[in-house]
């Protein structure tokens, strides 16, 4: 069993925990931005095939103590890095986290660089080279007072990306957080699905991809595919048995609007990207001319809240107009709006039945649940 730890947005540390017990991980425990669980090689590939809220995947190699640079270096080149690179392979090291005497992480990642590339030097004279864009390892170092975790990132790239979306809109969610919101609106691919600020339609797209059970890792690499014991069969298995699961029916709406019609044009985009067009309805529509879809379902929006897009005080009506809507036209519905502005969302001018605090991207933000009779 190995002990991985995977990260995530600050506030969503109980969603992945789920998550990943969903997947078979062991000794589950959430803390701040990040999820420790144990597992064998067959689950770090599961996670980053399955996961829909997790950044990045990290198996912990070793803990050492780094009181200091020289310390760090000495414990770095007390390891057999000869189990995880070649000469041949590229590396690059990424830190996080700091102490009195290493308090820049730059510095710190190429102490632990310089400390392995010796090491290989007074080994056979070959060193491997470094590659920050897409190295064959990515090493990821987190400085925890006097020691430093060493972790090979299982990754590559943070798992928001699922390589889906060649297009972006103005202000787009990550993939990530509308796995995430859609977990926490409880939304289950019986009930349809509204987005009707959908912007590059991020939200209607995770819940496709969920609705029909596919797996969100499959357009993508992942970093443990060039590690030295890569399990291609294992892999393989896993995709097919991933493919094996998937449906092909949705019985339910999803659907996504915005008035600007670039941003559906690159909705479009990204469902022809993912294979999804014929499973997510895409239309131009100005908020005020919605109605909903069936009697029953789940909306969620992410309307502008003027950090981003927009400003504060004329964002006001929009809020009151989503409150009259959603009280006069969407009664059987539950929905939920993501904001970064209390201010804002009193404007809405309905109870709110839950509030969830999370963060989109830096900004702290609020998810506000209606219940609507
Ligand atoms: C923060 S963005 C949503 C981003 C989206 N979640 C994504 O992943 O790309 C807000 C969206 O609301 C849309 N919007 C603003 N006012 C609107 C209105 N009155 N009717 C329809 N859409 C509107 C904007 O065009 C913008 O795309």
């Known amino acids: 069993m190995n002990n991985y730890f995977a990260t995530v947005s600050r506030g969503l540390e109980e969603v ?34 399955w996961t829909r809220t997790t950044f990045r995947i990290l198996m912990q190699i070793a803990r050492i103590k780094s009181f200091n640079s020289d310390e760090l270096y000495r414990n770095v080149q007390q390891l057999d890095w000869s189990k995880y690179l070649e000469p041949e392979m ?12 290493l308090n820049h992480t730059h510095f710190t990642a190429l102490q632990i660089k310089n400390a392995i590339v010796d090491w290989q030097k007074c ?16 090493i990821n170092a987190h400085i925890d007072q006097k020691h430093c975790i060493l972790s090979l990132d299982s990754s590559g790239s943070s798992l928001h990306r ?4 060649p297009a972006i809109g103005a202000a787009p969610m990550k993939e990530t957080l509308a796995a995430a919101l859609l977990d926490l609106a409880e939304w289950t691919p019986d009930l349809p699905f509204l987005d009707p600020m959908c912007g590059s339609g991020t939200l209607p797209i995770e819940a496709a991809l969920k609705g029909l059970n596919i797996a969100p890792g499959l357009y993508r690499d992942f970093g443990f595919q060039t590690w030295l014991d890569y399990d291609r069969e294992l892999w393989q298995s896993l995709l097919k048995e991933a493919s094996d699961r998937q449906k092909h029916e949705l019985n339910v709406p999803i659907i996504g609007s915005d008035r600007d019609l ?8 990204n469902a022809e990207a993912s294979g999804l067009e014929d499973y997510v309805k895409f239309a131009r529509q100005e908020l005020s001319t919605i109605e909903a879809p069936a009697d029953r379902g789940v909306l ?3 309307p502008p809240y003027g950090v981003r897009l927009g400003k504060e005080a004329e964002l006001g009506e929009l809020y009151q107009l989503l409150g009259d809507i959603f009280k006069q036209r969407f009664k059987g519905w539950t929905a939920y709006i ?24 830096a900004i702290p933000c609020t998810l506000l649940k209606y219940e609507l009779y």
């Open 16 to 49: 992945a925990a789920k998550e990943l017990i969903g997947i078979g991980a062991k000794d589950v425990r959430p803390e701040f931005t990040g999820v420790h669980f144990r597992g064998d090689r067959e689950l770090l590939y599961k996670a980053n095939l």
């Open 90 to 101: 590229t590396l690059a090291v990424t830190c996080t986290g700091k102490n009195k005497n």
């Open 123 to 138: 080994r056979g004279g070959k060193r491997s080279s470094i590659d920050t864009e897409n190295p064959d390892l990515l």
């Open 162 to 165: 699922r390589g889906y979306r």
């Open 262 to 269: 670039n941003a559906i044009r690159q909705a479009f985009a």
């Open 300 to 302: 969620i929006c992410n």
């Open 338 to 361: 993501l904001t970064g502005s209390m201010k804002l969302s009193k404007q809405v001018g309905l109870r709110t039945s839950k509030r969830i605090k999370l963060y989109n991207g």
